[in-house]
């Protein structure tokens, strides 16, 4: 049950952490620390508008009105790009990510071979099984997992939620995700399992998980904000 419990909340930090960095870089280029950004480029903007409302007929605040509108659209093109950079890297992060995963799963693979020819001669494997554990907690930071004794000294692990299990490891055997382009998510990258199996909806912890949650969910919004801020000044 401890273990159990700490893989969990292993996996509960792992994304809880990514998301937090992620967000705060787009945070910090939301706000005007250089008094640059869109905020600023709204405020005077609207100052503009107000002015040309005042004066209709004067060449000079319309003269104005138009270069600030148009530093107000191009604050809003480098943010979107900015924002969509961001998203990039997360999904370039998933991919690396998705190969750690693996590299551990194969490890753990062949830990449980070890252990359990170690054990069945009657000696002792501690030292193996605390390396084991300590590549469980590492694994269980980047995807969620769900471990499960054997019985005979090996363990199976698996990921996913929902209901939807993806083996890991069965016993001395590493089963491999993958990573591949999905046209039907701007040519981002879906994590599959089983050579066919496309699971990133299961993913919903770790790292891989709060990275899929960025890239997929959060930063959308963002910019689909900025594409109706844009839209509403056209």
């Known amino acids: 049950f401890l273990e159990t419990q700490i893989t969990s909340e292993q996996a509960t930090s792992g994304r809880l952490e990514i998301e937090k960095g992620l967000l705060d870089r787009v945070e910090a280029i939301l706000n ?4 640059e950004g869109i ?8 100052a503009a508008v107000g002015d040309v409302a005042n004066n209709p007929s004067g060449k000079s605040e319309r003269i104005v009105l138009l270069e600030r509108g148009q530093r107000l659209a191009q604050r809003i093109r480098a943010t979107d790009e900015q924002i969509k950079n961001i998203r990039q890297e997360a999904d370039s992060e998933i991919q690396q990510r998705v190969l750690e995963v693996n590299t551990l ?7 449980n071979h070890k252990i359990q020819n170690v054990e069945n001669t009657g000696e002792g ?6 390396e084991r554990t300590r590549l469980i907690n590492e694994l269980s930071g980047k995807i969620e997992i769900h471990v499960l004794d054997n019985g005979d000294g090996g363990l199976t692990v698996t990921t996913g939620s929902s209901g939807k299990s ?4 069965l016993g001395d055997q590493a089963h491999s995700l993958r990573t591949a ?3 039907e998510n701007f040519g981002y990258a879906s994590v599959i399992a089983d050579l066919q199996t496309y699971i990133t909806d299961s993913i919903t912890s770790g790292r891989i998980g ?3 949650e960025v890239r ?3 930063l959308p919004t963002f910019i689909d904000r900025l594409d109706q801020l844009a839209a509403s000044i056209v």
């Open 181 to 183: 382009s999905n046209p």
């Open 210 to 212: 709060g990275l899929i």
């Open 39 to 46: 905020s600023r480029a709204m405020s005077d903007f609207f």
């Open 166 to 169: 993806y083996a890991l490891v």
């Open 125 to 130: 494997a501690h030292d193996l099984r605390d």
């Open 32 to 35: 005007d620390t250089n008094n």
């Open 105 to 111: 799963a194969k490890r753990i693979a062949d830990l």
């Open 216 to 218: 997929d969910n959060l």
